[in-house]
């Protein structure tokens, strides 16, 4: 659309050139690259090396990961349990059919 708007421009202003459909997808994926990298405020690349953690922000790091690691156990279970169930009811069903 952008393009249909900028050759409309292009054909009243004799100096300005014409921009072809490659161009224009061009011209988008160097946009929207150049929002991706300098659009967020942290760059996808850093030369920083980065500093070391403390031995507190370690702790807090294990201690996250370790809550995280449980809760994914206890979640797996109350779905294997779940799933238990409707198959307990699902034979008790086909038992009562008999």
Same mark, same amino acid.
Request: hydrophobic share 45%.
């Given at each position: 659309m952008c393009m249909f708007l900028?050759?409309?421009?292009?054909?009243? !202003? =004799? =100096?300005?050139?014409? !921009?072809?459909?490659?161009a224009g997808l061009l011209l988008w994926a160097i946009i929207l690259l150049s929002w991706i990298i300098f659009g967020k405020r942290k760059l996808l690349v850093s030369f920083k090396t980065p500093t070391e953690l403390t031995d507190d922000e370690l702790d807090d790091v294990l201690s996250k990961i370790k809550m995280h690691e449980m809760n994914k156990i206890i979640n797996c279970n109350e779905t294997n349990n779940e799933q238990n169930d409707i198959n307990n009811l699902s034979n008790t069903n086909e038992n009562k059919d008999i």
């Amino acid at each position: 659309m952008c393009m249909f708007l900028w050759n409309a421009l292009a054909d009243k !202003i =004799s =100096s300005v050139a014409h !921009i072809t459909f490659w161009a224009g997808l061009l011209l988008w994926a160097i946009i929207l690259l150049s929002w991706i990298i300098f659009g967020k405020r942290k760059l996808l690349v850093s030369f920083k090396t980065p500093t070391e953690l403390t031995d507190d922000e370690l702790d807090d790091v294990l201690s996250k990961i370790k809550m995280h690691e449980m809760n994914k156990i206890i979640n797996c279970n109350e779905t294997n349990n779940e799933q238990n169930d409707i198959n307990n009811l699902s034979n008790t069903n086909e038992n009562k059919d008999i």
